[in-house]
């Protein structure tokens, strides 16, 4: 489940902001719970004793700001996701400070749901990228790891490589076809018999060599087998993050 806090010390503003993240997040047919807190100082409470996932913030309240609630998160963990809401758009380069997902402005309801659709889209694909995965290791022993850090996996025989983003790279038995419906949903992509890639993890495509630069600058080949099929998935990605 994700955990969801809004903060904004305007009882129709949070009723509002509340009802609508709530719309959205139903639309991806995801738990969520989502708790509403007219002080910062409640919220940061609560986020001690059973922390939030994502947390949206006015900036401009009279207790404490939102710029003085997403520091106070940030000391303690940058495993939360941070929106800022305000009407003051030039407050958006002081919130760079605090490391935001992103920023909405408080303005006429059509145009900010509209924004706040896309940005929760965008932070849903964050979110699962977040999730963590167990692994098999040999002598019965487990590991766990975070999708992001996983940079792609390639299939050698009976096993599996996991290269990863700052780690020694794992091998388990098995194989690709057995897995990749799995990693789909987390935005991996199949693009030769023996890769599935993260695109998060995508720095450049050539695909008049037909190839992938993943940003550990290895160089994965994609097949022709698979080369329609990763141009479009690829290019519907890359319009997600907008």
Known sequence: ?????????????????????????????????????????????????????????????????????????????????????????????????????????????????????????????????????ILELPRSEKKAIRIKDIVYIKSDKNYLEYILTNSPIIVIRGKLTEIEETYIEYHFIRVHNRYIINMRHIKDVNFANNEIQLINDNIVEISRKYKSAFDEKYTLYLRSLR
Do not use: W
């Not at 009882?11 to 738990?31: D, N, Y």
């Open 1 to 133: 489940m994700i955990r969801i806090a809004i903060c904004d010390d305007e009882p129709k503003a949070l009723e509002f902001i509340s009802k609508s993240i709530s719309l959205e997040f139903e639309r991806l047919g995801v738990l969520f719970s989502v708790s509403e807190f007219k002080s910062g100082n409640s919220l940061l409470d609560e986020h001690r004793k059973n922390p939030f996932e994502v947390v949206f913030l006015d900036i401009s309240m009279p207790e404490i700001s939102g710029f003085e609630i997403a520091k106070a998160l940030r000391m303690e963990t940058d495993d939360v996701f941070i929106i800022f809401i305000t009407s003051k758009e030039e407050l958006v380069y002081d919130s760079f400070d605090f490391r935001p997902f992103n920023f909405i402005k408080k303005e006429e309801p059509k145009a900010f749901l509209k924004r706040l659709s896309r940005i929760i889209a965008k932070l849903y694909i964050h979110i699962k990228q977040s999730s963590l995965i």
